[in-house]
């Protein structure tokens, strides 16, 4: 048995330094819970200045580096904590850990579903482990829960919010409807989103988490291509107000998988939800996770999902589970994620999705105009719901808005009725178009 566990940190960031602090107030309970000794043989970060924040006392017999090639080539680490973000250096930093016999603890969501493959064949092959459970969701152990809690079901279904960025920002939006750019401002102010926000706003970073899910929920590399993803920066305050004020429903962005037959819809999007939907509580920095299985049935998880201290509740709990196989000198006999390189998907193209929808139309104010945007959606077989269509008021100068909910539609049905739609005159501006969830 190994009576200690020697840890390299490379990334002394938010959650870098979270890790730190939570190890050094909870060591005792850490250690009597890995059955072992951990101490830090390397730390390394390309900002020296960090290293004067560490308890030196504590840290006494750390080796400090900017160079991460010391920590991954040094026969005093067995497990190399990654967390520097980015893509290209951490994606190396990993690689080449697990060919140097290193187990890895990551939190990077972008390198995990961009490299599915490449990491966990290197990783089978060297027989070594990669944990990532702050990689989704922070504090929320969706990733063991999934991978394991779990793993006597057939995955039918995820659903998230799982990104707390735009979580934050449809909060304010919602609650004091400011319109959206007021809204990333004041996150960015309160640190929830970055100074370049994209990745949030655009719905890439929801996009990656939703694929680690879905490897792990169903065995195999996600081609990330096939993903449809809609970000939340085209949406209005107007279709906000709307969706709560008029029809009960909340807009969130949510990543969404489903097993359809033999087929994955994956989609990252906006989408109208019930106010009687648990997700309608859901606000600001909080995540959300629907799971459906064949036998547990729907299981949500709920949490913070985003911050220093969750993330590194996530990345000491793979230390501590990681740590325990390596003290026996079991880590990487069994593959840590039940994956086959030779599956393959097959993916539902979103036109051939089905749903209900939310649409607005933004009209000239003269009679006809619903006869004929009725016409065209009768035509493609799309059917509506309800219509509400407001009255002529000083605020739509630039036209006046109909708002409809269809009955259950084609994806790709709807999506040509208003393309032909959005060439006629009578139209003013381009038609929103928001998936309902229920």
């Not at 560490?54 to 006494?60: G, H, L």
Request: charged content about 25%; aromatic content about 8%.
């Amino acid at each position: 048995m190994k009576h200690k566990i020697k840890l390299g940190l490379i990334g002394l960031g938010t959650v870098g330094s979270k890790v730190l602090d939570l190890i050094f107030k909870n060591k005792d309970l850490i250690e009597r819970k890995i059955g072992a000794l951990i101490e830090f043989s390397y730390i390394c970060d390309r900002y020296k200045n960090r290293f004067n924040l560490i308890n030196k006392m504590f840290y006494k017999n750390v080796r400090f580096t900017t160079d991460y090639q010391e920590v991954i080539n040094s026969s005093d680490v067995d497990i190399v904590i990654e967390l520097i973000g980015g893509r290209n250096v951490a994606k190396k930093i990993i690689l080449e850990s697990l060919e140097k016999n290193k187990h890895v603890v990551t939190a990077n969501k972008a390198v995990l579903a961009e490299n599915w493959d490449e990491i966990f064949s290197l990783a089978r092959r060297k027989q070594k482990l990669v944990y990532f459970e702050a990689s989704v969701g922070a504090g929320i152990p969706i990733i063991q829960a999934l991978n394991e809690g779990l793993a006597a079901n057939n995955i039918s279904t995820i659903i998230g919010i799982l990104n707390g960025t735009c979580n934050y920002i449809l909060t304010k939006m919602t609650t004091e409807h400011v319109s959206f750019d007021l809204a990333l401002k004041e996150a960015q102010r309160k640190g929830f989103a970055e100074t370049n926000p994209v990745f949030d706003i655009r719905g890439i970073d929801t996009l990656h988490k939703l694929v680690i899910l879905s490897s792990i929920a169903w065995g195999s590399k996600i081609d990330i291509g096939t993903v449809y993803c809609e970000g939340i920066s085209n949406l209005k305050i107007d279709d906000i107000i709307f969706a709560y004020d008029e029809f009960d429903y909340v807009i969130k962005l949510l990543g969404i998988a489903r097993r359809v037959n033999n087929e994955l819809e994956l989609q990252v999007r906006p989408c109208l939800i019930s106010k009687k939907h648990p997700f309608s509580s859901v606000e600001n920095e909080y995540n959300a996770i629907l799971l459906n299985g064949d036998a547990c049935g729907e299981i949500i998880f709920y949490g913070k999902g985003a911050g220093g201290y969750p993330a590194a509740s996530a990345v000491v709990s793979d230390i501590i589970f990681l740590s325990r196989q390596v003290a026996i000198d079991t880590a990487g006999r069994i593959p840590y994620v039940n994956y086959d390189p030779d599956s393959k998907q097959d993916y539902l193209d979103i036109n051939d999705t089905y749903g209900c929808y939310y649409v607005r139309f933004t009209t000239v104010d003269k009679p006809g105009v619903l006869s004929q945007i009725s016409g065209i959606l009768g035509k493609h077989k799309v059917s509506i719901a309800s219509v509400y269509q407001k009255e002529q008021l000083s605020r739509y100068r630039r036209g006046v808005p109909i708002l409809m909910l269809t009955h259950l539609t084609r994806e790709g049905a709807i999506r040509n009725a208003i393309n032909e739609i959005d060439k006629l005159s009578i139209v003013k501006s381009k038609t929103v178009l928001l998936k309902i969830i229920f």
